[in-house]
């Protein structure tokens, strides 16, 4: 079964959609395998968004993932980081397709709402980021 890993970020936390947003996904048919709420270091931001270190929003992305608290969850089904990503909608919330996540509780690129693996290989990754390999 294929993991993604969904952050429902600070701005959706802060604005009490986290429920919500869980529904969507379980509606969609994931299964939710790991769950927590923390409040990330600027370190464990970094670390995590590597990937975008020297792009012009990297601090930024950093200064909003600290800036309150985040709820990351592991999730499973069949086709996980596509679907996660239907689900979420386009990085922008302006391009995001009606009824997503980013859609509905994002502002704008820099606080969308929402994270959700890129790729298969992330997925393992980024779910063993927040939640190791034993908890599952
Ligand atoms: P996320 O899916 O968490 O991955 C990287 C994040 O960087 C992205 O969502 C956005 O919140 C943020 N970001 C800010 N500006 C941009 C941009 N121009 N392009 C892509 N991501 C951006």
């Known amino acids: 079964m294929e993991r993604t890993l969904l952050i429902i970020k600070p701005d959706a936390v802060k604005a009490s959609r986290s429920g919500e947003i869980l529904k969507m996904v379980v509606d969609a048919g994931f ?67 009606p009824g997503t996540i980013r859609a509905l509780f994002g502002t704008n690129i820099e606080h969308n709402a929402g994270h959700g693996s890129d790729s298969v290989e992330n997925g393992r990754i980024e779910t063993a980021f927040f939640f190791g390999e034993m908890e599952f």
């Not at 923390?38 to 464990?44: F, H």
């Not at 968004?49 to 592991?74: C, Q, W």
Request: glycine residues 4%.
């Open 31 to 97: 299964e939710v395998i790991a769950m927590r709420m923390t409040l990330l270091t600027r370190e464990q931001a970094a670390k995590f968004y590597a990937i975008h270190e020297g792009k012009p929003f990297f601090n930024p992305l950093l200064d909003y993932m600290t800036s309150g608290k985040v709820i990351p969850v592991a999730l499973e089904r069949e086709n996980a980081v596509t679907k996660l990503r239907e689900v979420l909608g386009a990085t922008d919330p302006a391009k995001a397709a």
